[in-house]
């Protein structure tokens, strides 16, 4: 899996014009599935995510965690996180996983997150999205579980 982290002060998703998540302060994660993930990837990355201290405290240090914070999730599901532009002028997706696999592991990956505590909302897999996001620092981060 491959996840772009965001360090948000507000974020949404709208769908057909319809607002499906929204959320206050938090991570938007695009979340991204490669043919080889499994169960095992998504718990990895669900406790690094909540556990990452990257909210910071009253010495503006990074020391405090999502849990820390009481943080909420808006999670985007993105297959052309596995786009590779290596060649030509056109991204190959054959990383990406297909459909089937993916949606399964992004939802165990959306539920191993609520299990921890954490408010979670989410757009509509396999539809395009308009993400809007109020970006706090700037901080993006990309983790991987490979």
Same mark, same amino acid.
Request: aromatic share 8%.
């Given at each position: 899996?491959?996840?772009?982290?965001?360090?948000?002060?507000?974020?949404?998703?709208?769908?057909?014009?319809?607002?499906?998540?929204?959320?206050?302060?938090? =991570?938007?994660?695009?979340?991204?599935?490669?043919?080889?993930?499994?169960?095992?990837?998504?718990?990895?990355?669900?406790?690094?995510?909540?556990?990452?201290?990257?909210?910071?405290?009253?010495?503006?240090?990074?020391? =405090?965690?999502?849990?820390?914070?009481?943080?909420?999730?808006?999670?985007?599901?993105?297959?052309?996180?596995?786009?590779?532009?290596?060649?030509?002028?056109?991204?190959?997706?054959?990383?990406?996983?297909?459909?089937?696999?993916?949606?399964?592991?992004?939802?165990? =990956?959306?539920?191993?997150?609520?299990?921890?505590?954490?408010?979670?909302?989410?757009?509509?897999?396999?539809?395009?999205?308009?993400?809007?996001?109020?970006?706090?620092?700037?901080?993006?981060?990309?983790?991987?579980?490979?």
């Amino acid at each position: 899996m491959r996840i772009v982290l965001q360090r948000s002060k507000e974020a949404s998703v709208t769908v057909n014009g319809e607002i499906t998540g929204r959320i206050d302060s938090g =991570f938007v994660l695009l979340v991204g599935v490669t043919h080889e993930d499994t169960e095992k990837d998504a718990a990895w990355l669900a406790e690094k995510i909540v556990h990452l201290r990257v909210f910071e405290d009253e010495e503006e240090k990074m020391n =405090f965690s999502l849990l820390d914070k009481g943080g909420q999730i808006l999670s985007i599901s993105q297959f052309t996180l596995y786009g590779d532009c290596r060649k030509g002028r056109r991204p190959n997706f054959m990383e990406a996983a297909g459909h089937e696999h993916a949606e399964k592991i992004y939802e165990q =990956f959306n539920r191993f997150l609520r299990e921890k505590g954490v408010h979670v909302e989410t757009g509509v897999f396999g539809a395009m999205m308009d993400v809007q996001l109020v970006n706090d620092g700037p901080v993006t981060l990309i983790l991987e579980s490979k």
